[in-house]
């Protein structure tokens, strides 16, 4: 067992690496990654072959390596649905899914990508739920989540989702800058007047949760907690990914 380990921590280790280096190249090996392996060592080479396709695949534009990629977090969380795959599967449909458009187009993005979003969206909700997960998997759930939220302008859930996680985690360096930036942008009369009549009228409504505590003392608190916090978090953050290639090996021994 320890023989098969090491050698899936050697090449999840290259693989990672291979990833910040020459992502091309590591989606090239990640797909040469042979699958036909007794039952343990094949589950954990198929998590790690699967993180590796969705994000070289996100950072070198390859779609249908990231296709190739959710499709294995898919048959993965459907024989083994612990919190670290489905958090895996949720990151693989946005990856999927990718940015909205900054122009016309974005409404039709919306509209092409509905069913994605909202099921990536259902599985960081279960995971942010999960009491037996991890709380540093549960607090980049509710991370996550909240970032979806804000892609989609619905920015009073964004918010409740960053303090949640801030919650969790005080040191979650990620949620408490997009937490100050989403009251500072509130706060901002360009931004105000630049969008559409429709969306200024609906401004009153947002649940932004602050209590009696001004907006603009909530965000510049939020900003200095997140400048102090946010490279020791992400340092964290790099550590638990590695942490999650893993886990699908973990899950079948358990």
Same mark, same amino acid.
């Not at 969206?121 to 979806?148: G, S």
């Not at 040191?171 to 942008?185: D, K, P, T």
């Given at each position: 067992?320890?023989?098969?380990?090491?050698?899936?921590? #050697?090449?999840?280790?290259?693989?990672?690496?291979?990833?910040?280096?020459?992502?091309?190249?590591?989606?090239?090996?990640?797909?040469?990654?042979?699958?036909?392996?007794?039952?343990?060592?094949?589950?954990?080479?198929?998590?790690?072959?699967?993180?590796?396709?969705?994000? /070289?695949?996100?950072?070198?534009?390859?779609?249908?390596?990231?296709?190739?990629?959710?499709?294995?977090?898919?048959?993965?969380?459907?024989?083994?649905?612990?919190?670290?795959?489905?958090?895996?599967?949720?990151?693989?449909?946005?990856?999927?899914?990718?940015?909205?458009?900054?122009?016309?187009?974005?409404?039709?993005?919306? %509209?092409?990508?509905?069913?994605?979003?909202?099921?990536? *969206?259902?599985?960081?909700?279960?995971?942010?739920?999960?009491?037996?997960?991890?709380?540093?998997?549960?607090?980049?759930?509710?991370?996550?989540?909240?970032?979806?939220?804000?892609?989609?302008?619905?920015? /009073? %859930?964004?918010?409740?989702?960053?303090?949640?996680?801030? #919650?969790?985690?005080?040191?979650?360096?990620?949620?408490?800058?997009?937490? =100050?930036?989403?009251?500072?942008?509130?706060?901002?009369?360009? =931004?105000?007047?630049?969008?559409? =009549?429709? *969306?200024?009228?609906?401004?009153?409504?947002?649940?932004?949760?602050? /209590?009696? #505590?001004?907006?603009?003392?909530?965000?510049?608190?939020?900003?200095?907690?997140?400048?102090?916090?946010?490279?020791?978090?992400?340092?964290?953050?790099?550590?638990?990914?590695?942490?999650?290639?893993?886990?699908?090996?973990?899950?079948?021994?358990?």
């Amino acid at each position: 067992m320890s023989s098969m380990l090491d050698r899936f921590y #050697e090449r999840s280790a290259h693989l990672n690496t291979l990833l910040n280096t020459n992502p091309a190249e590591a989606v090239k090996q990640a797909r040469e990654v042979n699958l036909n392996l007794d039952a343990d060592e094949q589950f954990n080479l198929m998590g790690l072959r699967a993180a590796i396709l969705v994000d /070289g695949g996100t950072l070198t534009q390859q779609k249908d390596a990231i296709e190739e990629g959710l499709a294995l977090f898919r048959e993965l969380h459907s024989l083994f649905p612990t919190a670290h795959i489905t958090y895996n599967l949720a990151n693989g449909l946005v990856a999927a899914t990718g940015s909205p458009p900054r122009d016309a187009n974005w409404l039709n993005h919306q %509209e092409v990508t509905r069913e994605r979003r909202a099921e990536a *969206r259902r599985c960081f909700w279960k995971v942010a739920q999960d009491v037996e997960a991890e709380l540093a998997l549960r607090t980049q759930a509710w991370t996550n989540l909240a970032n979806q939220f804000s892609s989609s302008y619905r920015l /009073g %859930e964004a918010h409740d989702g960053w303090l949640a996680a801030l #919650e969790l985690d005080p040191e979650n360096g990620v949620a408490a800058s997009s937490a =100050a930036r989403n009251l500072l942008w509130l706060m901002s009369a360009v =931004a105000v007047q630049s969008l559409p =009549a429709s *969306r200024r009228s609906c401004w009153p409504r947002l649940r932004i949760g602050i /209590g009696i #505590e001004s907006s603009s003392t909530l965000a510049h608190r939020l900003r200095r907690r997140s400048l102090r916090s946010q490279a020791n978090w992400e340092i964290r953050h790099r550590d638990h990914s590695t942490k999650i290639h893993s886990s699908v090996g973990s899950s079948v021994n358990a």
